[in-house]
């Protein structure tokens, strides 16, 4: 293998993260890759079958077989990754062309973890000169890494925050002195029975568009941000939700972040909607509720379909019989629960009154898997994405972009609740989309804190 400078790194990299983003080998510029044999012969064991990680697994085959090519040279020299427009990368691949002594004696076996292992210890020590970094996502390898002296890293590449803390949370409380700084040459006017402002200060230039702004001083104000042309903002006072006047379905909003997320959810301008919050504070019930409401009574949608990744927190439950909408049941008692916290708000209809809704309800909400959303369509749909965290940001787009004209998409969420594999808060899909869409003009993103649940779920949440 040709010997380089040593600003340049070379990066062994483990099978996890060529499964985990295909793209990955074109991630690291001006540095070179080193792909031992055993990570090879690890893709080709996951290829087969149709879920992400085979389906990455057989991408990343095609991207490799791309990069060396039909060339009979040697590979020992490596082959550029500049390739399918990537003229950024200018590192080099280099496969492990020769059998490398591998055995590390505190390390048992030739599990696959090991092997790699004794193979960056051999590349370290051949390499002297230069700094030579195992990238995996796997933890128990990096601290096996630490342990014998050898640099090892996180594939930090698609994580769109380092810190989920500095998430967007789609609000801005305003400062006491706010008016005083913001109300010369402002203007009001109402349109369609709605009130605007039009004002100018140095805070307009930190929001973003369909933000709520709230001020709780001597006169409450709470509007969503809906124009910025440089220092000047335009906002729309916002509905009332938690007023008893204006519920949607029955339900109020509880809270103010509850009252701006259903500001969002019946705004039908707004195209995708995310909603973050730990358990209890009201995401599957507002989002439920405004559904609901912009279906049967507003007929703006024709129906509400629901999926939710299916991720089990304990043992899997084996194969379930029965169809599609009958194997997602069991995942989707969040839907139940709901449904009966909706259909008991209509005081008046009785027995038969709430049954006969019940039916209607349910024969206007669609359950469906994720696992057969590609090549479809959705026309005039309300679409609810569960537990969207567990998405990885490919499986979110694939998602989105199912959404034809006259659709919502609804993305609800905790990212501190992941179960997939190598997903993190950083990495999440959920994460990902809050902070790509923010500021356009059809999106609104809200961070609900406060449970709604019980003092028991709210002193747990606090708590354990």
């Known amino acids: 293998m040709a010997k380089k400078n040593s600003t340049t790194k070379l990066f062994v990299l483990d099978t996890n993260v060529l499964m985990h983003d295909p793209s990955s080998i074109f991630r690291f ?39 060396i090519g039909t060339k009979e040279e040697s590979l020992e020299k490596g082959r550029s990754l500049g390739i399918k427009g990537n003229t950024h990368v200018t590192g080099k691949l280099f ?11 505190m390390l048992a076996g030739s599990k696959a973890d090991n092997q790699i292992l004794g193979i960056v210890a051999y590349l370290k020590k051949e390499h002297a000169d230069r700094q030579v970094i195992l990238v995996s996502k796997d933890i128990n390898i990096r601290i096996k890494a630490r342990a014998l002296g050898i640099a090892a890293e996180d594939y930090f590449n698609d994580k769109v925050l380092e810190d989920t803390e500095m998430l967007y949370t789609g609000i801005t409380e305003l400062p006491e002195d706010f008016w005083e700084k913001h109300s010369k040459d402002m203007e009001s006017w109402q349109e369609h029975g709605k009130m605007f402002y039009r004002l100018t200060g140095p805070m307009c230039l ?16 709470h509007a ?3 124009k910025i042309t440089g220092k000047t903002a335009t906002l729309e006072v916002i509905k009332d939700f938690i007023n008893g006047k204006h519920n949607i379905w029955g ?3 509880r809270n103010r972040e509850q009252n701006f997320a259903l500001n969002l959810l019946m705004d039908p301008d707004i195209d995708f909607v995310t909603l973050l919050g730990q358990a209890g504070t009201g995401k599957t019930l507002l989002t439920l509720a405004a559904g609901l409401a912009q279906t049967l009574d507003k007929k703006i949608y024709n129906e509400i379909i629901m999926t939710r990744v299916t991720v089990p927190v304990g043992e899997d439950i084996g194969f379930l019989p029965g169809t599609e909408e009958e194997k997602m049941t069991p995942w989707m008692g969040a839907l139940e629960d709901n449904l009966d916290v909706l259909n008991k708000t209509d005081e008046e209809a009785g027995e038969w009154g709430r049954a006969a809704t019940q039916d209607l ?3 206007r909400i669609k359950v469906k898997s994720l696992n057969f959303m590609r090549g479809r369509t959705f026309l005039h749909k309300y679409l609810i994405i569960d537990e969207a965290q567990n998405l990885t940001p490919k499986q979110m787009k694939t998602l989105i972009t199912r959404a034809g004209p006259g659709t919502k998409v609804v993305c609800l969420g905790n990212i501190a609740q992941i179960d997939t594999p190598y ?25 609900l804190v406060r449970g709604e649940r019980s003092r028991l779920a709210d002193y747990a949440a606090e708590t354990l």
């Not at 496969?95 to 004696?105: F, G, I, S, V, W």
């Not at 993190?424 to 500021?439: A, Q």
Request: glycine share 4%.
């Open 29 to 67: 510029e001006e540095h070179d890759i080193y792909l031992p044999m055993v990570t090879l012969e690890e893709l080709d064991n996951n290829k087969k079958g149709v879920s992400e990680v085979a389906r990455n697994a057989r991408q990343t085959s095609r991207n490799l077989e791309e990069i």
């Open 251 to 253: 339900i109020n909003a």
């Open 423 to 447: 997903l993190t808060e950083g990495s999440s899909g959920l994460t990902y989309v809050v902070d790509r869409f923010k500021g356009w003009d059809h999106n609104g993103h809200i961070t």
């Open 361 to 363: 309800i349910r024969s």
């Open 206 to 221: 930190n929001f973003s568009v369909n933000e709520f702004i709230f001020y709780e001083f001597d006169k409450p104000f």
């Open 95 to 105: 496969l492990q062309t020769t059998a490398l002594p591998h055995d590390l004696p």
């Open 224 to 226: 969503i941000v809906r």
